[in-house]
T-cell receptor, first 114, second 112 residues
Framework: NAGVMQNPRHLVRRRGQEARLRCSPM?????VYWYRQLPEEGLKFMVY????????ESGMPKERFSAEFPKEGPSILRIQQVVRGDSAAYFC????????????FGPGTRLTVT | SQKIEQNSEALNIQEGKTATLTCNYT??????LQWYRQDPGRGPVFLLL?????KEKRKERLKVTFDTTLKQSLFHITASQPADSATYLC???????????FGGGTRLMVKP
């Protein structure tokens, strides 16, 4: 059973460009979470999605950031008009339905904004 | 608001000793608590889950305690090895129960 897959692993964008990060959850998992981790800082929750639904986006910046988890295909975290402060590691996690909730993390996408 | 505190300073110990990491929380009444390990450049990996009605849980050289009165969990690694060097994160379900909130993590360095 393949783990959580994220791509790309490394992404370099110039200021003002768009960044698109992809996450394929583990097979059978219907819950997807996105986190951001700045250097030397902890994991900060961004958004929680189920298929075709955003359940909780309380950690998502109000502007430029959006996320989706379509019926088919991976979950996408989109950052428009990137700025240097967006440089971070972005982790996706998935969990199966039900509680308790153990989250299985992907390897992360390291975004660098130049 | 809900808060999870882990010692932000690195813990340095000698190989073979027991490492003890602390996780304190406020404004939570969690049904369970989890511990994860994170290596540099990698995603966190789940280690252990302990429920509110369990005082202690063990897995190989790992032991976790959960004191809901003190609002504290202790994470122990016995007979520590250099390969145990990593950052250890505790996590609690949000009060809504629909996601996990992570502490800032404690970095453990085990010296040979």
């Amino acid at each position: 059973n393949a783990g959580v897959m994220q791509n790309p692993r490394h992404l370099v964008r110039r200021r003002g460009q768009e960044a698109r990060l992809r996450c394929s959850p583990m097979k059978g998992h219907s819950h997807v979470y996105w986190y951001r981790q700045l250097p030397e800082e902890g994991l900060k929750f961004m958004v929680y999605l189920q298929k075709e639904n955003i359940i909780d986006e309380s950690g998502m910046p109000k502007e430029r950031f959006s996320a989706e988890f379509p019926k088919e295909g991976p979950s996408i975290l989109r950052i428009q008009q990137v700025v240097r402060g967006d440089s971070a590691a972005y982790f996706c996690a998935s969990s199966p339905t039900g509680s308790p909730m153990v989250e299985y993390f992907g390897p992360g996408t390291r975004l660098t904004v130049t | 608001s809900q808060k999870i505190e882990q010692n932000s300073e690195a813990l340095n110990i000698q190989e073979g000793k027991t490492a003890t990491l602390t996780c304190n929380y406020t404004n939570y009444s969690p049904a369970y608590l989890q511990w994860y390990r994170q290596d540099p450049g990698r995603g966190p990996v789940f280690l252990l889950l302990i429920r509110e009605n369990e005082k202690e849980k063990r897995k190989e050289r790992l032991k976790v305690t959960f004191d809901t009165t003190l609002k504290q969990s202790l994470f122990h690694i016995t007979a520590s090895q250099p390969a145990d060097s990593a950052t250890y994160l505790c996590a609690l379900p949000s009060n809504a129960g629909n996601m996990l909130t992570f502490g800032g993590g404690t970095r453990l360095m085990v010296k040979p």
